[in-house]
């Protein structure tokens, strides 16, 4: 991935979520099977943050892939992959 190519998975997070470490893992193992790229965002923090809370309010963790949204608070790998594929 260059440095001018978005991550395809974005992975919504706030601090102090307990469904966040958990997404976090498969996200990783997602990314790591299929070599997408990801990132992880804070929607508490930063110049969208007020954006990205309008967005996703109480629905974190919440994972976009290529900027739709394809699941929040729990998130399941092969509705990821599926995903990805698309």
């Known amino acids: 991935m260059s440095a001018h190519t978005a991550p395809r998975i974005v992975l919504n ?3 102090g979520c307990h469904l966040c470490g958990p997404a976090r893992e ?10 997408a790229g990801w990132r992880e965002v804070d929607i508490e923090e930063g110049p969208d943050a007020p954006a990205l809370e309008a967005a996703f309010g109480d629905k974190v963790p919440a994972v976009t892939v290529d900027g739709a949204l394809v699941a929040y ?7 990821l992959r599926r995903a990805l594929r698309r």
Do not use: F, K, L
Request: net charge neutral.
């Open 26 to 35: 498969v996200v990783r193992q997602v990314a790591q099977e299929t070599g």
């Open 73 to 79: 608070w729990r998130v399941d790998a092969d509705v």
């Open 13 to 15: 997070v706030r601090p």
